[in-house]
C-alpha cells in the first residue's frame, strides 16, 4: 500500500529534473525512521536493488562527495577513498548531510542539491533499466532511467559496492 500523494510534491529535486527534461515518475509511501531501502521497495513493490540511496560522505579534510548506491549494498569506504583519490572516506553526521544537501535525512536527492558536490555513482546501478531514488523528501521517491544521472549529474563511476 503507498501513501497518498501529497498535494505539494514539488521540490528541489523535482524542479531540478523539470528543468534538465529528465522524464520521471512519482512514488508515496509511508516513510519508516530508520526503515531505509528495505521499507520503500516493499511499500511500492519492487527489487531493493533498484532502489538508488543518496549517501553524503565526507574526506579526510571534511570536504562532502555523494555516493549514489543500490539500496541492497553498502559502500566500502575505504574502496571509494581510493577510487576517489581520497586518504580517507567516512558517512557525514546526519546535520552535516543535511547543511550540505540542504535536505532533511531519509529524503536526501542527489539532484537540487543546495552545495554543488563531487557524486559517484556504483557502476552496477546503470545496468538496470529503470531506478527508483530520493526526490528530495521522506517517502517520496521518483523512477528515472539511471542514464539520467549520469547525463544531468556527470558522476565519477566507481565499483565500491559490498553485500549488506
Known amino acids: 500500500m503507498s501513501a497518498r500523494r501529497p498535494s505539494h510534491s514539488e521540490t528541489p529535486a523535482t524542479q531540478f529534473l523539470r528543468a534538465q527534461k529528465v522524464a520521471f515518475e512519482e512514488h508515496f509511501y509511508e516513510y519508516v525512521e530508520k526503515g531505509g531501502t528495505a521499507v520503500s521497495a ?7 536493488h533498484a532502489v538508488v540511496k543518496t549517501l553524503m560522505m ?31 572516506v567516512e558517512p557525514c553526521r546526519p546535520e552535516v548531510a543535511q547543511r550540505h544537501s540542504g535536505y532533511q535525512v531519509g529524503g536526501t536527492s542527489p ?5 554543488k558536490m563531487p557524486v559517484y555513482l556504483e557502476r552496477s546501478v546503470l545496468e538496470l533499466p529503470r531506478i527508483l531514488i530520493n526526490g ?7 523512477a528515472i532511467d539511471p542514464q539520467e544521472i549520469v547525463r544531468t549529474l556527470a558522476p565519477t563511476l566507481v565499483d565500491v559496492a559490498l553485500e549488506e
Do not use: I, W, Y
Open 136 to 142: 528530495g523528501r521522506r517517502g517520496f521517491l521518483v
Open 111 to 115: 539532484f537540487g542539491m543546495r552545495k
Open 42 to 48: 516493499a511499500s511500492l513493490g519492487v527489487s531493493e
Open 58 to 88: 565526507e574526506d579526510e579534510d571534511a570536504r562532502p562527495l555523494v555516493v549514489l548506491m543500490h539500496g541492497d549494498r553498502k559502500v566500502s569506504t575505504k574502496n571509494l577513498a581510493r577510487q576517489a583519490g581520497r586518504k580517507r
